[in-house]
């Protein structure tokens, strides 16, 4: 029977705290909730596309996990409530997707999972396969929808959403977790999301993941989308 050594053990205990401790610094959240709601407000403000409804924000740390949600309204009935769990949705969908150096939007999504007369797209059926967690999304107390006691902290969602609102982020070229918006048109959503993850300087350093309009295999066009952001065509 081997006898019990202390210098191993507290070595063991070292490592399993470092091992933690690196474990919780590649989950960190790309931003804080304050900050987010900062962001979400201005970038609300600004954009003059879609509806002029307000938004929910949900950002996504790089393990998936839903890490600061926000409002632009002035309060949680001033945007549509179905849009927290959509934009969860936008986030985990977003970070899921984009790679170091390879960041993916879900409206550049839209294309790929249509239906057409020769059977469908590469990516046709890709939302059926990572449906919302449902119990976990409506689950908690309403008050705290869109504050830091949010009751998706810490919880992964899931979802897969395929028109435009989800963005990742980014430090340079390394992606860090993804950003959900929802709350206007998909091509509004897209823009103020681009908008907000601009302001909190989480873009990546090369942003590739526009929105494409005018083109049969790109986004559809959106009421008001003139001035939207972050898209090939018209705007670039």
């Keep these: 029977m081997k006898t019990f050594d202390k210098k191993m053990f507290c070595a063991a205990l070292v490592g399993l705290a470092a091992t933690v401790a690196a474990g919780r610094a590649e989950a960190a959240c790309p931003v804080t ?30 393990t998936g996990a839903v890490c600061a949600v926000a409002y632009s309204g002035e309060t949680t009935a001033s945007q549509w409530l179905l849009s927290r769990q959509i934009a969860a949705a936008k986030a985990f969908t977003a970070n899921g997707l984009s790679q170091d150096g390879a960041p993916l939007s879900t409206a550049q999504l839209y294309p790929w999972v249509q239906g057409s007369p020769s059977g469908g797209n590469p990516l046709f059926g890709l939302a059926a396969g990572n449906p919302l967690d449902g119990a976990t999304v409506y689950d908690g107390n309403y008050d705290k929808f869109g504050t830091a006691q949010d009751p998706l902290i810490g919880k992964r969602v899931g979802g897969t959403i395929t028109f435009g609102g989800g963005v990742g982020l980014y430090d340079g070229d390394k992606a860090i977790g993804g950003l959900g918006l929802s709350g206007d048109t998909a091509c509004a959503d ?47």
């Design 33 to 62: 909730p304050e900050a987010l709601k900062s962001a979400l407000v201005k970038a609300d403000e600004k954009d003059s596309t879609g509806l002029n409804n307000h938004y929910w924000a949900v950002a996504v740390d790089r």
């Design 190 to 236: 897209h823009s103020t999301a681009w908008r907000t993850r601009k302001l909190l300087k989480l873009a990546p350093s090369n942003p590739t993941d526009k929105l494409t309009f005018d083109d049969l295999a790109g986004h559809p066009h959106c009421p008001n989308d003139a001035d939207t952001q972050g898209v090939n065509k018209p705007n670039a």
